[in-house]
């Protein structure tokens, strides 16, 4: 059973450009979660999805910032018109449900994006 | 933000056992106590969670006090490889992991 995938694993855009990270959860995990670690800084949950659903987006930025779970294909966390300050480690995390007493989440190795 | 308190950093020497220490003063009834830790620059990795009872796994073990106000993480024989970030992280059933600073545990040759 793979782990949870995440690609690229290292991201470089231009100011202005888009940035599209991509999340494969575990095998039969249908929840996922998204969190940001700027350099030398802690992490900080951005969003929590279910499949076709948005569960929780209490730490996304509110512009230019955007997240979807589709019923097929992996989690995209995308970020519009890139700026030097969304230069970070996007880490993502899967459970089979709800982050339950008796599931624990599983990371992903991180896409780590550089804005040039 | 994050419910619990943790040292800033830890040494502890190779061999021997690391004790990580956790306040959670304002636990409620209904969250669990989870542990896990991020080695430089990967995604954080689980180690071990309890609600009352003392648990034990193949990679640490953890001790809740009675009141449940705080508890101790143990690696029992610390290698070079357990240096890392160490976080202890409470939540109730469904809800998302909130990290806060965490221990920087060294582990010393």
């Known amino acids: 059973n793979a782990g949870v995938m995440q690609n690229p694993r290292h991201l470089v855009r231009r100011r202005g450009q888009e940035a599209r990270l991509r999340c494969s959860p575990m095998?039969?995990?249908?929840?996922v979660y998204w969190y940001r670690q700027l350099p030398e800084e802690g992490l900080k949950f951005m969003v929590y999805?279910?499949?076709?659903?948005?569960?929780?987006e209490s730490g996304m930025p509110k512009e230019r910032f955007s997240a979807e779970f589709p019923k097929e294909g992996p989690s995209i966390l995308r970020i519009q018109q890139v700026v030097r300050g969304d230069s970070a480690a996007y880490f993502c995390?899967?459970?089979?449900?709800?982050?339950?007493?008796?599931?624990?989440?599983?990371f992903g190795q991180g896409t780590r994006l550089t804005v040039v | 933000d994050a419910k619990t308190t943790q040292p800033t950093s830890m040494d502890c020497a190779e061999g021997r056992a690391a004790n990580l220490p956790c306040n959670h003063s304002?636990?409620?009834?209904?969250?669990?106590v989870y542990w896990y830790r991020q080695i430089h620059s990967q995604g954080p990795q689980y180690i071990i969670h309890?609600?009352?009872n003392n648990e034990t796994n193949e990679m640490a073990s953890l001790i809740i006090t009675e009141d449940r106000k705080s508890s101790t993480l143990i690696l029992p024989h610390a290698t070079l490889r357990d240096t890392a970030v160490y976080y202890c992280?409470?939540?109730?059933?469904?809800?998302?992991?909130?990290f806060g600073k965490g221990t920087r545990l060294h582990i010393l040759p």
């Open positions: 995390a899967s459970s089979p449900r709800g982050q339950g007493a008796y599931t624990e989440a599983f």
């Open positions: 095998k039969g995990h249908s929840h």
């Open positions: 309890g609600l009352k």
């Open positions: 304002t636990i409620s009834g209904n969250e669990y």
């Open positions: 999805l279910q499949k076709e659903n948005i569960i929780d």
């Open positions: 992280i409470v939540r109730v059933e469904g809800d998302k992991i909130i």
